[in-house]
C-alpha cells in the first residue's frame, strides 16, 4: 500500500500535505507519561521495545498523525559505544567520562560493534511494524555526528559549546577524529534500523547554529552529507530528510544526496522555499509555541499553505512539541493542516 508520507518525501503528488510533530511521542500526552511511569525511568523506556513501540504508536492513534517517529534517543550511540550515560531529574542527559584527549577515543567501541549493541532499538521496529497500520510510515532517526559529539565531549548539554569549539580551533585533528568515529557508528545504526523495517531516515542536527558559516560544513554538514550518500548508494528508495536546526544564514551552503530538508520555526519558509525548494521537498515549520492558542496555530498554517501551495511540502513544527501543550490543541494542527490542503 502507498504511504501518503513516503510519497510526500519524494515529491509526489499526494491528496494533501501529510503532517507530524518532533518529540510527538512526548510528555504532553498522559498515555506517554503512564508508560514512562511504568518504566520507571527515560533509559529504561528506550531498550523496552514493547513500551518504546507503544508510545511509538501513541501519537498515530490519539493525535492522528501522518507518520509515526520510532521512540528512542539520539545519546543511545555514544551509550553503546561505551560511554557512561545517565539521565539526571531536571538537569537531562549526562556522560560521567567526556571525551578529553585520542586515548579517550580509542577506547570507545566504533563501527559495527557499536551498532550491533543496539539490539533494544532494531526490536523496537519490528514490533511498531507488525502494528502500525499499512498507510503509515515509520521514521527511523539519528543525531548528527556534530551533535552527538558536542554530548560526548562536554559531558552534557550546554548553551556556550566552549570545551567543543576550544577543540574545534585548537585541535581540529582531534575533532575530526571522534565526528569520523561516530559517523561510522552511525551509517551502520541507520542501515540497520532501515534493514529492520523502517521508512523514511532523519537526521538531526539540533545544535547546527553552534558553530559559524565558515566552519558548518567542515565540522557538521560534509559528515551528514556522507551518512546520506552512504545509505541512498544502498537504500535509494528510503527517503533521507535533514533537519539543521538554527541556519538561515547557511541555506546557500547546502548540499547533498537526500531528499526532505527540514525547515526550523526560525528560518522564515518563504526563504527556505527560495533558495532550496527546487532540489528539495521542504518541512516544517510552525513555532511550537503556536501550539498554545488554536487560533496561533490555524494563522500559521494557512500562511505556511499559502506560501508552499501544497506541493513538494511536508507540514511540522519547527522543532519539538512542548510538554505542556494541550492534547486537543495537537489534534487541532493536525486537522488545520489537512484542512488546507486537501485536493478536491
Known amino acids: ?8 518525501c519524494f515529491g509526489k503528488e499526494t491528496p494533501y500535505t501529510p503532517v507530524w510533530m518532533m518529540r510527538q511521542a512526548g510528555r ?63 538537569e537531562g542527559p549526562k556522560f560521567s567520562d567526556p571525551i578529553t584527549c585520542e586515548a579517550d577515543i580509542e577506547r570507545l567501541l566504533g563501527g559495527d560493534e557499536a551498532a550491533s549493541k543496539l539490539t533494544y532499538v532494531y526490536d523496537t521496529i519490528k514490533l511498531i511494524k507488525e502494528q502500525l497500520a499499512d498507510d503509515k510510515a515509520l521514521i527511523g532517526f539519528t543525531g548528527a555526528p556534530w551533535t552527538l559529539a558536542t554530548y560526548m565531549i562536554e559531558g552534557e ?11 574545534m580551533y585548537s585541535n581540529p585533528a582531534l575533532l575530526h577524529k571522534i565526528l569520523a568515529k561516530v559517523t561510522e557508528v552511525v551509517k551502520l545504526y541507520m542501515e540497520k534500523q532501515i534493514e529492520a523495517g523502517i521508512d523514511v531516515v532523519q537526521i538531526f542536527d ?19 552529507v556522507e551518512i546520506a550518500d552512504y545509505l541512498k ?13 538554527g541556519i538561515p544564514a ?51 498554517v494557512e500562511e505556511i499553505q499559502k ?15 512542548l510538554p505542556d501543550v494541550p492534547v486537543e490543541n495537537a489534534k487541532h494542527f493536525i486537522h488545520e493542516c489537512h484542512r488546507v490542503s486537501k485536493k478536491i
Open 157 to 167: 548539554g550546554t548553551k556556550t559549546y566552549n570545551i567543543c569549539k576550544k577543540m
Open 233 to 245: 548508494a544502498k537504500y535509494p528508495h528510503i527517503p533521507i530528510i535533514m533537519f539543521p536546526k
Open 307 to 321: 506560501t508552499m501551495e501544497g506541493k513538494r511540502h511536508i507540514f511540522n513544527l519547527g522543532h519539538g512539541i
Open 1 to 8: 500500500m502507498s504511504k501518503i508520507f513516503v510519497d510526500a
Open 28 to 90: 504532553y500526552l498522559p498515555e506517554y507519561m503512564a508508560v514512562r511511569a511504568e518504566a520507571g525511568n527515560f533509559l529504561n523506556l528506550c531498550h523496552d521495545p514493547k513500551k518504546a513501540c507503544a508510545v511509538t504508536l501513541q501519537p498515530v492513534d490519539i493525535v492522528g498523525v501522518d507518520a509515526a517517529i520510532l521512540f528512542s534517543d539520539i545519546l543511545v550511540i555514544p551509550d553503546e559505544m561505551g560511554m557512561d550515560l545517565s539521565f539526571v531529574k531536571g
Open 250 to 300: 547557511f541555506l546557500d551552503k547546502v548540499y547533498g544526496n537526500f531528499d526532505v530538508f527540514g525547515v526550523d520555526w526560525s528560518t522564515p519558509m518563504a526563504l527556505a522555499k527560495e533558495k532550496l525548494g527546487e532540489k528539495y521537498v521542504l518541512q516544517g515549520n510552525m513555532e511550537p509555541c503556536r501550539l498554545y492558542s488554536k487560533e496561533a496555530t490555524t494563522e500559521s
Open 206 to 224: 539540533s545544535w547546527a547554529a553552534a558553530i559559524e558559516t565558515e566552519k558548518y560544513d567542515e565540522f557538521s554538514w560534509k559528515y551528514m
